[in-house]
Every structure is written in structure tokens, then in C-alpha cells.
């Protein structure tokens, strides 16, 4: 038995051994999904936090990150047996979110050892919680058009500007975000650099943005001469774009895949709608055009999850090919579709916003369905995306716009 | 239909002078952002009963109403250009309860005392009337599980009715009751009849509606709107005429979605070039203006065959309405997206269209429903 | 009883008395629908000729132009009053064809006398065919970029080069085309001219071309060292392109147009052919799904011929909208549906080129079907027309392409 | 199908090897262009006999044939390798008669007589097999209309097949007839059997095909495939097989045409820019490269699962299938669509595969029909 195949039944018996049973098939453990920590967002039951506090004392919150910084020092082969042991059952990591699966990585790329050692422990042991300023108004899709200025001051940069769709900001307790040092550079995409601001800085406020679905975790971040150590600029002053540019690359690719559920299970949901709402327990669904659109989704659904298969097949066979840059575009697109569809079998008991009269499964999708509309906007909207298809798969030539 | 035979597309003088007047008013004293205020403070009434009256005292709401009951006696297709103005604030108040169904309800079946009593009040803005048709239990408004059992000197009606439009406001419930052997007969109900309780519910369009609960209310013989057993073809011609008033409403609301639109393509730079010089967006933008000229060719058709050719309608309201969902649906979406993040914010108004658009597809009849009937009666 | 009233009357029983009763229902009586006349194809069908030869003594095969040129000497008035009445019983106008629709009034507002007076009675009495010469190879989508190269040399031009698309010039006597006479002008639309050519003059050669469907009118023509006459330049020497452009938006906006054919045609068409190929002689279609895209089908041809009505009474009432601009597209959109429908219904019978085991209804409409897709390309491309519609209707920014 | 539980979807080097090799003899022997020489000559195969026997010897055709019938032994797999390939270039080749109709038949239902008389030779390019199913009268090839009427000793068969893919050319017929109660039977019949009349057809796409008649042919028991009265079952099995086959044929014919049109999109100038740098045929083209490789993985699942998973076979041929018409046909039209003119004109290959697409795509099952049986096998 390998190497690896040893450590598998070792940390299968480990999860099962240590996870609380009421944590068993409660997730898709997936790098977002579980309890995020931090000073802001308390939680309360216990066996969310037996459950963190025994990741820690193992070192499997952040299973692949070096021991001295919180991690537990193991190949990055190993943390995914780790991972997909938990999937196995359904258990949450011990702490998921943004410093872990994304800041945390870039600081052990592209931090000093000063700025490992300070913020990496805190991460792994989820008492500090990040999140992400990219996006701001004017910077959206053309994100080197951002505007955020960071003027040095002495030992101190000073902030201006203001950042958006910083997700979970009142929930978290520092920023890593991409500022203009250099206003005078001669490309935009030049003059950018990465800095870390703790939330609490003076000038710094936060405020949450609301969707068309109602509550998100989205907020505006707004910097008013917020002043941040020098010590906190991340890589080489002025070089943070290409830093940035691998970041948006590694989420691009997971956004697809986040939004893959298990497979089949669009499908289950909408013939359980229609169900539901025809009045038909079973057998075909009355209606034949619905039966037909309910199907033309289920085939599409498989094919999506085939293809993310494929590409995941080709990827450990090390010929990776071009085709993983459409996940993002199918996967935003079938979700839409299976949400539109779930709505169309409702009919006018899909109609509701609250209160009485809906059921609290009706009420919950219908948010749902309008949280979808911004699936093809998160992340590099669809157009971005084919945009880059267009140019880095068929090589079309670049239009003058 | 060709040129020579179809009906007249346009509107004269007076006509424009009204579409001018009510589009004024509409953008400017019924902004669509009044939606979320009436929402977050979750508004007992859902609109503003000042500008109903106003448009009352303006003539809009008894456009249609005959001279007899203090309307302005000219036509369906006048209606529909107010309509369709309030379609581009996506305006809340009771057009559609009022002058599409309950209004038309008794212009079609109500007796001589039923008209009197009401439809003055109708036109006045003073009286509000809703139909109640929607059931839980039931998709098809032929079939009613609510019931109205005879009595020594009328009927008793109990049951429940969902999603009545306004059903919480109106003075008047024109309401779909089984009578003998289960077919439908309509029944004009007073609303603070005795044995009648409403529940206010919230839509995601911000459509005031209620359930309306009928325990043993009792309705004299002179109560019923139509012919005893004959409610079911008395709604469908009701709804007829409702689904082209909606469907002007909705080509007002596509125009303005897709105006405003354009307007962000123009204004947005991204790439230090506005976001409408980008081609795809540019051919995506042609195909909404395309499918919204149609609907205008469809609705303008429709609303003037009301008036002059009846035997036409149902052809023309399966064609009006089944374009005006999948138009005003496929533009909501794509103003969205290319409004980019802002577009799914609850703070900026496009976002308000979609779940209008969403609501109004699924009023009297989905598009597919309005397909069937559309071939059945092509013969085929 | 007005003018035109009396005048309607008189063309009713002029027309209903001299049209051969052979003939009665065999048109659409549009511009291009009928005998084309010229000296290449010859008609043998008396009553054709003696049509022709009735309308050449009353002068209205071109009602409304001069008497001296041919025509009627009649307003556009009356014109349309004959053309109606025509169409109300189906009879073809006397002669049709490119000469009377669309060189013949090029030539009364662009040419001079002379040129009139050579080629217009010509074309009225149906003696001289003529056809069109546009596009080129390389100009097509982007006309302005044509290169048929005309020289001056002494009293003639000197033509090299190559037309493409030039329908109908096996059968043509004569070609009105675009050349470039000024190679250097400063910009592609400057420097082109308008040239009449004799196809019999030497150098000049007709090869057809068949389309996917088979057969079509199509041709190319080349020109090698063809020699024209001067007198033959129509309108100012290198100003061609305001004339040009001006015939080209006529013929677009005659384009969407002449696709419509009878109002609910194209749904009565597939309906037919379902119960045809499906074996069903009344009521509904069997197929829920097929009988939901024929109903569709229909919707959207009765919303195009209303919206037609609409374009037609608001240009009648002066206030033309911008929504002429879109009946190319949703004509040739609306053709290519019916078709792709009408094949749906027919399965693999369907299938045939030619000869055993399909019927000649089939077999053309399988044609029918494959030249259809050329719809969306010919007469300005569907991509064309949106770009001129975003830009002219929309107000949209012009791209920088 | 999550990733751990799909079925493999990679090529082992061996394959990779028969893809390139096939791949290049393909374009280079076998280009699209000879379907109109075959076509304007009106040639009596249609197709070229040498090509195939050098496909032969390649071992191509016994790919998926068993050792003891001299094939390669091979799964169902390395066979859609060749047939993906075989659809770049729209090869008329008898590779959906021979070897996705008759081998199948043969090697899911053929007795161990029926295969020894032709499986070898199938392998050795020298035997051409056909399935006659599609009748004039019926779209549903479980209702047949030709009838085998129980003789003395075997039965004699008598009826009209349409459109059997190489029906005058093949050395065997394997016949739908309906026996006892009218379900129907396969037969296998030989060619020249006395009472077998062909007819070319000439069909769109280049696949030869014709007419066989078939007058009172006598046929002995041992003539049988599969079982008596169980025909529509075993058809059904080779039909999904046939189905997967073809869309591999489909997809290489859909992934030609992106090719195609790409370069033509790089290399065509207008407006003194190549056309591909157009945003809005861009995204088209985005929108073409997204389906075909989602078909990709379709296509290489299905065929997976036939050598693997026997049970998954129904749901992944209409999944295949299914998606296979949708894109080629949308890939054929669109490609004409950016070739602008010269797309439509006769010498230009690209409008080739319109007519290939309309072909396949009614072949085997329209989509609706495929969705329609998914929807019963996932049991709504």
C-alpha cells in the first residue's frame, strides 16, 4: 500500500473519529463552505468549535502550510485526501473562507517571513478573518483601471478611494487589497501594489450593499486617509498586478467548479418543483414542454459535470486542455437556466417575497433565482470570459475593442 | 395580415397628446423607486391612492368607461396608451384589478344596477374592484374549489382565493364560485360583506395583493356578474381584454428597461471606451429594440381589435400576451447583465423590472399556454 | 369621387379587360415577379407577350415615368393604383425586372438626356435586360472596398477586374456597375464611379455560380480589358458612392419586404406539411412539442406583417419610425424558421437531392430550405444590419470595429 | 457525474496514436470535397471502395470486431475514435451500415453462423451489411408494415424499406418485418436473394442510400437475428450504439467547421480588419467552441460506457445523441453565417455540412425524442 493510500485510511479514521456526528452531511466541504472565524462573526455551537479547536491541535485547518505558521506541514497530495475525506461524510473543514483558501496562499507566495509569521498562525487557527479588496465603481471588468490611491507618508501609507463587492467586510477583521502607488505610471496595469489594512483603521468604514435577492454578504469598503505600516505592502511596491492577475486566474477556475453540485441534483430539484407544484407525484410530468425543458436541463447538467470531469481527468494526466476556461461560462449559465425553470413550474406560487401565503422553500428559491442573475456577473462576467476564450483558445485577433 | 387589412397601428393627435401627457407624469411623479419604499416600510396600501386620484381627475381611468357612468366613453386602445406609460415606472397602483378586471368584468356581464354602483366610482378613482380567481389548489381558472351553495334568497360562498390583486383594498370582489354541477359563476361581493377576511401578502413586484377568505358570505340572487354557470367564459373574455391592457403595460416597462439600458451603455467606460461600443453588446442590444418593435406592432393591433373587431380578440391577446412574457422577461435579464454588478443591486432601479417581468409571465397564462390556444384556434 | 378614385376605376376595368385570364392568380405582382423581358430570354407563351405588348401600347410597364422615355407619364401616385390593382388579381405587371425597379430610376434622377433617351424606352418596351454589378470578392460586407478598376483612355474607360453576386447576368444585356476610377483618392468611398457596359463588349465574361441549393441566378462577371465607352459614366466622374448608397438602402429596406409574403402563409405552409408527413388530416398536431413551435412560428409572422402595416401607415402619415431598419432581419429571420420547421415536420423524407423516393413538393422545398440560409447574408448581412441599427437607430458609440 | 465516479474520458497513447494516424489520412485521402464529384456524377456508390479497404487494412474497420472474426478485439471506444475523424471530412464511407448497423446487429443478436458468414469480412473492408428499417408509413420503427408470413420451412417477406444506408451496394440486409401479432423480427437476408429489388437514392448529404423492395423473399428459420417477435428491443440496442457512433462522426464533423471557420474568420478581411475581430462573432464563436466540448465529453462518455457499463447505454445515447444534433446543425448554420457569401455558393465546402447535419440530425431520433426518453429513464 503507498505512501499515500496509508495516510488516506489514517485520516479517514482520524475525521471519523473526531467530527461531530451533528456535523456529519452538513456540507460540501468545499474551501468556502463551514465556519469562518474571526473576532467579528461568534459562533456559538459547540461542535462547530470542538470541531475548529480539534483541526487546530492537529494542524488541519491548513493541512499543507508549514508548522511554524499554524499549518501541518504536509504535501499539498496529502491535504486533499484530507479534503476529500471530509467530503466523503460530508463534514465541514475545521475553518474555511477567504484567509485560508485564498490570502493565505498568496502570502506564503509572495509575503516576507515577517508578514508570514504575523498573520498566518492567526489565520489557521481562525481568529483572524480576511477578505478581499479588488473591485471598485469604476473597475469592474477593466480592473486595472482601479483608483484606490495609496500615497506614502513616512512609515505609513495613506488610503483613498473605495472598494466594492468586498464580501463579508463587516464580518471580517483585515483586507488585503490592490492599491495605485503610482499614478504616473505609463500603463494602468503598472503602478499597483498589494497592501493589508486591519479594518479597524481609522478612516476605514464599511458599509453593506443589498441585492436584488435581498440580504447578501456584500459590502462597500471606503478608505478616508486611512493610514496603513509600510510593513504591510505584500511583493514589490508598484508590481502588485501580476500578483492579482494569478489570484483572479485560481478563482476564475474554482468559480465553475463551485458552482457544480452534485450531479443530477438541478435536475432532482426542478422535477421535485414540478412535483410539487403540478399536483403530480409521480410518473411524467403532465405538462410535455416542461417535461422536455426539464430534460433539455438535466442532459445539460450531466454534460457540464462530464466536461469538469474531463478537464479534471486531463489535468492529473498533466495534458491539461483549453476547454476549462468555459466552466465558468456553462456552470453560471445552467444554474440560471435551473432556477428559471424551477420558477417556471411554480407559476404564481414562485411569486412571493415574504410574508404569508408562500412556503418557506418557495420563498427561499425565489431569492435564490434572483441571486442567480448575478452568476454571469461574479467572478468575470460571461463576456469577459468569452472574451478571453476568444483570444487565448481560437487566437481571433484582438479587436480594437 | 397585410397592410391593406390590418387594423389601424396608429394613434392620432389627441392619442399622441395623451401618450405625451401620461409619460410625463409617470416619470415624474411615479418613479419606480418608490417600489422599495413601499416594500421596506411593507405599506398597508402599496401605492400612493393621491396619484390614483390625480389620474382620475386627468380622465386616464375612465378613458374607457361610457359616458353614462361619468367615463370619457372612447376606447380600449386609449386605455392602453396609459397603460403602457405605467408599465415604464412599473407603477403599482390598481390598473390591473380595477380597470382590467373588475371594470371589464362588469363593461362584459354586470347588470344595469352593478355598472351604476360602481363604475362611476371606478372612474372617479374613488372605487377599487378586483376579480378573485387565482386557488391554491388549481392552475386553471375553469375549475374552482371555492363554492357557492343556494340559499333561501341567494347563495352562501365559501373558500379561498390567493394572490387577489389589491383583494386587501378594493370595495368590490367580483369572485369565481362553484354553483350547480361545478361550473364556475361569478359573484359581485361587497368586501366588508360579513364571513370576508383579507390577508395583505407581499410579491416580489410589489403588486398589492391578498388572500381573500370566504366563510358562508352571503350574496343575493342580483349579486351574479354573467350568467349563473357561465363564469368561466365570462373570465376568459375578461381576460382576454386584461392580457393586452398587461401587455401594453409590459412594452412600457421593455421600452424603459431597455432605454435605460442604453442610456448605461452609453455613460459606462470600462477599457477607457463606453461599454456600447463593444459589438456583442451592441447586436444583443439590436435584438431586444427588434423583438420590443414587434411588440408594439402586436399590442397596438390588439388593443384596436378590441374596439373594432370583438371575434378577433382571443387571437390577438394569445399573440399580445405571449410576447409581451418572453420580451419583457428576455430584456429584465439582459438589462441586468449589462448593467453589469450594479444591475443586481437592490439600490438601483433595473433590477425592479426583472421581478415585474417574472410576475406579469405568469398572469393569465404563460406563453406556452397562449401558444396551444393560438393553434387551436388556427385549426391545428 | 376624387381623382385618383376615378382613376383606380378606369385601371381596374383597363386591366381586368386586357389581362389574359391565363394569367389572373399567378403573381404577387411585385417589381421582380413576372416576365423579365431582354434579348437572352426569349418567352414563348403568347399571352405573356401580348400582356407585355398591351402594356408597351398603354405605357405602363413604367407608369410614372416620362412619355417621351417609354412610360406613362403618370404620377407615383397613379403608379401605385395600378400596381394594386394588379395585385388584387394576382396579374404580373407587364414587364418586371432590375431595369424598370431599380437602373431605371437611377438613371432619371443620376443620368442625362442622352443616356435616357438611349437606355430608358428601351427598358419600357422590355428590349434590353440589365443587371446589377456590386460586389466584388473582396467587398462585400464592406462594399467601399471594391476594385473593379476602370482607366480613362481616350474616349473610353478600360474595365479590369471582377464583379461577384451580379444576378441574372447570363440573361442581361446590359450591367450598371461600381469601379473605381481614381485608385488614389484619400478615402476608399471616394474615386468610385458608376458605369454602364454592354455584356457583349469584348473582355467581358458571365460564369454562373450554384449555390448549396443548385441552381440560382447568381453569377460572376469578370472584365479583362472590357472597353466602355466615356458617355457611358453616369453622374459626376469618382462621386458613385452617394449613388450607390442610395440605391443600396432602397433595396434594403424593399428587401424585408419582399420576403413577406401572404400574412399566416409560412404557418399554413408547415401546418400543411405536418399533416403531410405526419399522417394527420385535422385537428391538432399530435406532437405537443412541433405544434408549440408552428404556433410560435405563427406569432411571429403575424407580428412581423403587423409591424410592416405599422412602418407602411406611419411613412403614409409622414412620421416613418426607425423601425424600418429591422424588417431585414426579422424577415429573413422569420423565413429561415418556417424552413428549418418545415423540414423538422418531414423527417427524413425530408432528405432528398433528387430523383426515387421523394416527392417534387419535397425535393423543392428541401431546396427552398438550403437557399434560405443565403437569406441572412445577401442584400446586407444580418450582422450589417444590427451594426447599422445600433449605430443609426440606437445611438450607440461606433465601436472602433 | 461527479468527477471521481465519471467514466474515464482520456485517451490511452495507443489511441492517441490511432487519433492522429486516422486524423491525417482522413484529411488527406478523404476530403470533403468528393461528395460532390460523387454527386454530379451521379456515381452508383457513392463513395470510394478503395478508401475503404485501406481503411481495412489500417485495422480500422475490425477495431471493435472480436479476435475469432479477425478483428482487433478492441472496445466500442477506439471504434468512435475512427468515426470522429471519419466526420471532419463528412466521409460517405459505409461506416453507419456496416459497421454502427450491421456489425451491431450481428454482434449483439446474430447467431454464431451469421457472424462467421460476415463479421470477418466486415473486418477485411470486403463485406458491406446494412439494417433496412424506415418504411414510408411509419415514423416509429417499432410499427412495420412489412410483413414475413410463416412459410413451410422459414418465412417469406414482402415490403418497402426506405433509405437503407447503402442498400444497393450491400451484401447482406438485415430486415425489420413483423411476425405473429405483428411485432417485428429481424432478418438477416441476403442481397441477392431472389425478390430483393434496389433503387439508388440520392439524399443532401452524400450518403448513398436506396429503395429495397422486398417481394415474397424467402427466408429459412436460421435466418433469424436475435429473437422471434423481439426485434424493436434488439433495434433498440443497436440504435443506441448507432446513435453514439454517429454523434463521434457528428462532433469530428462540428469541430471541422469551427476549424474551418476560424481560419476564414483570421484570414477574411473586411472594413480593413479581419472579421474575427468583430466582438459579436467573437462570442459566437465562443458559443460554438463551449457546445462542441460539452459534446466532447458526451461523446467520450457515452462510448466509455459502452464497453463498460452496459446498463448506462439508453441514457447516455440520448444524451449523445441528442446533443449532437443540436450542435452540428447550430455549428453548420453558423458557419455558413460568418463565411458570409461564398458560404452558400456550391464549390465552397463548408455548406457541406448543413446538409450532413440535417441528415444525422434525423437520424436515430430527433432531440425532442431523446429528451423525451431520458425524461422516462430518470422517471418524470
Not at chain 1, 247 to 275: D, F, T, Y
Not at chain 1, 298 to 304: P, R, S, V
Not at chain 2, 108 to 134: M, R
Request: glycine content about 12%; some cysteine; hydrophobic content about 40%.
Amino acid at each position: 500500500m503507498s505512501d499515500l493510500n496509508i495516510f488516506r485510511e489514517e485520516a479517514r479514521a482520524w475525521i471519523r473519529e473526531n467530527a461531530p456526528r451533528s456535523l456529519w452531511g452538513t456540507s460540501g466541504s468545499g474551501p468556502f463552505e463551514g465556519y469562518w472565524g474571526g473576532s467579528k462573526d461568534l459562533e456559538a455551537d459547540p461542535d462547530i468549535l470542538g470541531w475548529r479547536d480539534r483541526g487546530i491541535e492537529k494542524g488541519w485547518t491548513a493541512p499543507s502550510w508549514p508548522k511554524e505558521y499554524g499549518g501541518g506541514g504536509l504535501s499539498v497530495a496529502h491535504e486533499q485526501i484530507i479534503h476529500e475525506e471530509l467530503k466523503a461524510i460530508g463534514v465541514p473543514r475545521p475553518i474555511a473562507g477567504q484567509g485560508l483558501a485564498m490570502f493565505g496562499p498568496v502570502l506564503l507566495q509572495y509575503g516576507n517571513d515577517e508578514q508570514r509569521a504575523e498573520h498566518l498562525p492567526k489565520i489557521a487557527r481562525g481568529e483572524v478573518r480576511w477578505c478581499q479588496g479588488y473591485s471598485e465603481p469604476n473597475a469592474g471588468s477593466d480592473l486595472a483601471n482601479l483608483q484606490l490611491r495609496a500615497e506614502r507618508d513616512g512609515d505609513e501609507f495613506v488610503l483613498n478611494g473605495q472598494k466594492v463587492w468586498t464580501s463579508h467586510a463587516h464580518l471580517s477583521d483585515w483586507i488585503y487589497c490592490l492599491a495605485r502607488t503610482n499614478p504616473k505610471a505609463p500603463k494602468k496595469q503598472m503602478g499597483i501594489s498589494i497592501l493589508l489594512a486591519d479594518l479597524g483603521t481609522p478612516g476605514i468604514t464599511v458599509r453593506r450593499i443589498d441585492l436584488i435577492s435581498g440580504y447578501s454578504p456584500f459590502c462597500e469598503t471606503f478608505f478616508d486617509d486611512a493610514r496603513v505600516p509600510a510593513k504591510n505592502l505584500v511583493g514589490e511596491l508598484d508590481e502588485g498586478w501580476t500578483i492579482a492577475k494569478a489570484i483572479l486566474g485560481h478563482e476564475r477556475s474554482s468559480i465553475g467548479r463551485s458552482i457544480a453540485r452534485q450531479p443530477g441534483s438541478a435536475e432532482r430539484e426542478v422535477v421535485a418543483r414540478a412535483r410539487k407544484h403540478l399536483g403530480v407525484g409521480h410518473g411524467p410530468i403532465p405538462d410535455p414542454l416542461l417535461r422536455d425543458e426539464v430534460a433539455g436541463l438535466g442532459m445539460l447538467e450531466e454534460a457540464f459535470h462530464l466536461t469538469l470531469a474531463r478537464i479534471e481527468q486531463s489535468s492529473k494526466s498533466g495534458t491539461p486542455g483549453p476547454e476549462g476556461s468555459i466552466s465558468k461560462i456553462v456552470g453560471s449559465e445552467l444554474k440560471q437556466k435551473r432556477f428559471e425553470l424551477g420558477m417556471k413550474v411554480a407559476g404564481i406560487l414562485g411569486l412571493g417575497w415574504e410574508g404569508p401565503g408562500f412556503d418557506d422553500d418557495d420563498l427561499e428559491y425565489t431569492r435564490d433565482w434572483l441571486r442567480s442573475r448575478a452568476t454571469t456577473i461574479e467572478g468575470g462576467s460571461s463576456e469577459i470570459q468569452k472574451n478571453i476564450v476568444s483570444k487565448r483558445v481560437l487566437g481571433l485577433p484582438e479587436g480594437k475593442k | 395580415m397585410s397592410g391593406h387589412t390590418a387594423p389601424s397601428l396608429l394613434l392620432n393627435d389627441e392619442q399622441k397628446m395623451l401618450s405625451k401627457t401620461a409619460h410625463e407624469f409617470v416619470r415624474k411623479r411615479a418613479p419606480a423607486a418608490r417600489l422599495r419604499t413601499f416594500r421596506d416600510r411593507k405599506d398597508e396600501v402599496g401605492f400612493s391612492r393621491e396619484i390614483w386620484k390625480e389620474m382620475a381627475q386627468l380622465g386616464w381611468l375612465g378613458l374607457q368607461i361610457p359616458h353614462e357612468y361619468d367615463g370619457l366613453g372612447l376606447g380600449f386602445f386609449d386605455l392602453c396608451i396609459v397603460l403602457e406609460e405605467s408599465g415604464r415606472e412599473l407603477m403599482p397602483e390598481p390598473f390591473v384589478s380595477t380597470l382590467l378586471l373588475g371594470a371589464q368584468a362588469l363593461l362584459l356581464g354586470g347588470t344595469g344596477a352593478q355598472k351604476k354602483a360602481l363604475l362611476a366610482g371606478v372612474a372617479a378613482g374613488e372605487k377599487l374592484v378586483s376579480v378573485a380567481y387565482e386557488e391554491r389548489g388549481s392552475r386553471d381558472f375553469r375549475h374552482v374549489e371555492t363554492v357557492a351553495r343556494a340559499s333561501d334568497d341567494g347563495f352562501e360562498i365559501t373558500g379561498e382565493k390567493i394572490q387577489v390583486l389589491d383583494g386587501h383594498l378594493v370595495d368590490a370582489i367580483i369572485v369565481s364560485a362553484a354553483t350547480g354541477g361545478g361550473a364556475p359563476t361569478l359573484f359581485l361581493v361587497d368586501s366588508n360583506a360579513k364571513g370576508v377576511t383579507t390577508t395583505q401578502q407581499f410579491r416580489i413586484d410589489g403588486q398589492s395583493s391578498a388572500i381573500v377568505r370566504f366563510e358562508n358570505v352571503a350574496v343575493a340572487l342580483d349579486s351574479v356578474v354573467g350568467e349563473l354557470g357561465k363564469g368561466a367564459a365570462l373570465l376568459q373574455t375578461v381576460f382576454d381584454r386584461a392580457a393586452v391592457g398587461l401587455a401594453a403595460h409590459m412594452l412600457g416597462a421593455s421600452e424603459q428597461a431597455l432605454a435605460d439600458t442604453l442610456a448605461y451603455l452609453k455613460e459606462r467606460e470600462q477599457f477607457d471606451v463606453p461599454i456600447g461600443s463593444f459589438q456583442a453588446l451592441q447586436h444583443r442590444a439590436v435584438a431586444l429594440y427588434t423583438e420590443i418593435a414587434l411588440l408594439r406592432s402586436v399590442v397596438l393591433a390588439a388593443a384596436r381589435v378590441i374596439d373594432e373587431q370583438p371575434e378577433e380578440v382571443p387571437r390577438f391577446a394569445c399573440l399580445a400576451k405571449a410576447l409581451a412574457s418572453e420580451t419583457f422577461l428576455h430584456v429584465a435579464k439582459e438589462a441586468i447583465q449589462m448593467h453589469g454588478g450594479i444591475g443586481v443591486t437592490d439600490e438601483h432601479d433595473i433590477g425592479l423590472y426583472i421581478k415585474r417581468a417574472q410576475a406579469t409571465y405568469m398572469t393569465f397564462g404563460e406563453p406556452s399556454q397562449h401558444r396551444r390556444r393560438w393553434a387551436e384556434l388556427h385549426g391545428y
